[in-house]
């Protein structure tokens, strides 16, 4: 097995004393292109709603605020933070600020 360099590997030996390499889980816990469903806990320093999913892993949700409840796809997603759009959810319900 060749490991790329966002990839992680271990060595361990099996009941025969021979080594393996076994390739342990890293990376983001999503995909571009994926649909999670995200709450959102707080504002980012530029404004944008900022919610966790599995992992405590970071989803920036522009034009959303704290309590709402979306579902967002993700557009870039980066080693400890993505960036998604809203797909489906509560904004529309939210009262319009006059």
Known sequence: ???TPSEKTETTRDSSDREQT???ESGP???EGDIRK???EGLGDQGDGVGKIEGGYVVIVP?????DT??????TVRENFAIAEVIQGHIED???NV
């Open 1 to 3: 097995m060749v490991a």
């Open 38 to 40: 995200v709450e959102i």
């Open 63 to 67: 034009e959303t605020e704290p309590g």
């Open 22 to 24: 076994v390739e342990s």
């Open 29 to 31: 816990p999503v995909d």
């Open 70 to 75: 979306i579902t967002a796809e993700m557009e």
């Open 94 to 96: 939210r009262p319009k």
